[in-house]
């Protein structure tokens, strides 16, 4: 019984690793707010290493429609406007000396629909994993019984991966519904 608790326990640890990377990667799909998120797989080459835009400049936003970018060394500023412009987050660069704003346009119905979708993927790499690790945990399971482990238990093993599935299956439809409901509101 012990070691289905732990394969139970890493199932569930393995499980919100996959939400909160489900969280990280909808935070990076814009709703129409600016947020620091939007800008965070962007890199340049700073000194001969690819660098990550927050290491080389500091990012806020001033309102709900603008982000402000403010390289370190004032030098940067051309490339660090050249990795905006080439990242196709689809944001232009104003820049005037010494910082960098990005202006978000207000969402097109059609624009929102898209990215309404593009959520949707998301949400459904998502809960492919965290069905994968069902089915990893449901395997493991099923090994015990060849170590002397009693079928009942491995069978209870499994209703009980199947309710941690289901929980945090319903946890990723809330994530979408959220997410969803952000978008569409104008």
């Not at 080439?86 to 119905?109: A, F, H, K, Y």
């Not at 959520?119 to 990893?136: A, H, L, Q, S, W």
């Not at 002397?148 to 979408?176: C, H, M, N, P, W």
Request: charge should be neutral; proline fraction near 3%; hydrophobic fraction near 35%.
């Amino acid at each position: 019984m012990e070691e289905i608790e732990l394969f139970l326990d890493d199932a569930k640890d393995t499980m919100e690793k996959a939400i909160k990377h489900t969280q990280i990667e909808l935070s990076k799909i814009r709703a129409g707010k600016a947020s620091v998120a939007m800008l965070d797989g962007i890199q340049l080459d700073y000194y001969g290493s690819m660098t990550p835009l927050s290491g080389v400049a500091s990012i806020n936003t001033p309102d709900a429609r603008t982000i402000a970018v403010k390289p370190f060394e004032r030098k940067l500023i051309a490339d660090v406007e050249r990795a905006i412009r080439n990242s196709n987050v689809g944001l232009n660069p104003q820049n005037d000396g010494e910082t960098i704003r990005l202006n978000i346009p207000p969402l097109t119905e059609e624009r929102r629909r898209d990215l309404v979708k593009k959520v949707k993927g998301e949400i459904e790499v998502g809960k492919v994993n965290i069905r994968n690790i069902r089915k990893d945990t449901n395997d493991a399971l099923r090994k015990l019984t060849k170590e002397g482990v009693s079928e009942d238990a491995v069978k209870q093993g499994e209703e009980r991966a199947q309710k941690l599935t289901d929980t945090y299956i319903s946890r990723i439809d809330q994530l979408f519904a959220t997410k969803e409901t952000d978008i569409m509101s104008v």
